[in-house]
T-cell receptor, first 109, second 114 residues
Framework: GQNIDQPTEMTATEGAIVQINCTYQTSGFNGLFWYQQHAGEAPTFLSYNVLDGLEEKGRFSSFLSRSKGYSYLLLKELQMKDSASYLCAVSLDNNDMRFGAGTRLTVKP | DTGVSQNPRHKITKRGQNVTFRCDPISEHNRLYWYRQTLGQGPEFLTYFQNEAQLEKSRLLSDRFSAERPKGSFSTLEIQRTEQGDSAMYLC????????????FGPGTRLTVL
């Protein structure tokens, strides 16, 4: 089966840094995506990694280690609007995209 | 802004009725995906199209579910004889169709089966 695991909930303080981890065990791998989803809204694309290493994009960075089946999303200088669910998703060989259950992040003042 | 659009945004129906949802992808995108999402879970893949061809179907997609993309543009997802367990958000996404490309999601159709 395909397993994508991430913590269910996290809480952090405005202005701080938070790291959301994702581990995966899948039968194929064509890349790992992070999406942000506010309550009642559609997921929006944040980042994509296919090679090992860190991809930085403004306040958000994403890291991938293919050998460890591990990724993380790093959010810096947290803002209240960053309160949302963060979805880790793996693109499989057959173009099937498998999502984790999401990590609900709450940013407190 | 010509993003992915879905209609209706909300649908309430009685058990046993048929429902149909529509998705209009980003116009240049040749790949279109359908997902189902329940509260507290990530989206679950249902099916996808490359142009008008349906290339993959999840085992989650029972015989009561059918999807079409007749001209390679918009798509419809029909659920026949709805059950309470079908209550969920149905998300549509589209992409360029390259080997590893980004999917852009529509706002979803929230289905409630009474």
């Amino acid at each position: 089966g395909q397993n994508i695991d991430q913590p269910t909930e996290m809480t952090a303080t405005e202005g701080a840094i938070v790291q959301i981890n994702c581990t995966y065990q899948t039968s194929g791998f064509n890349g790992l995506f992070w999406y942000q989803q506010h309550a009642g809204e559609a997921p929006t694309f944040l980042s994509y990694n296919v090679l090992d290493g860190l991809e930085e994009k403004g306040r958000f960075s994403s890291f991938l280690s293919r050998s460890k089946g591990y990724s993380y999303l790093l959010l810096k200088e947290l803002q209240m609007k960053d309160s949302a669910s963060y979805l880790c998703a793996v693109s499989l060989d057959n173009n099937d995209m498998r999502f984790g259950a999401g990590t609900r992040l709450t940013v407190k003042p | 802004d010509t993003g992915v659009s879905q209609n209706p945004r909300h649908k309430i129906t009685k058990r046993g009725q048929n429902v149909t949802f529509r998705c209009d992808p980003i116009s240049e995108h040749n790949r279109l995906y359908w997902y189902r999402q329940t509260l507290g879970q990530g989206p679950e893949f249902l099916t996808y199209f490359q142009n008008e061809a349906q290339l993959e179907k999840s085992r989650l997609l029972s015989d009561r579910f059918s999807a079409e993309r007749p001209k390679g543009s918009f798509s419809t997802l029909e659920i026949q004889r709805t059950e309470q367990g079908d209550s969920a958000m149905y998300l549509c996404a589209s992409s360029w169709g390259t080997r590893t490309d980004t999917q852009y999601f529509g706002p979803g159709t929230r289905l409630t089966v009474l």
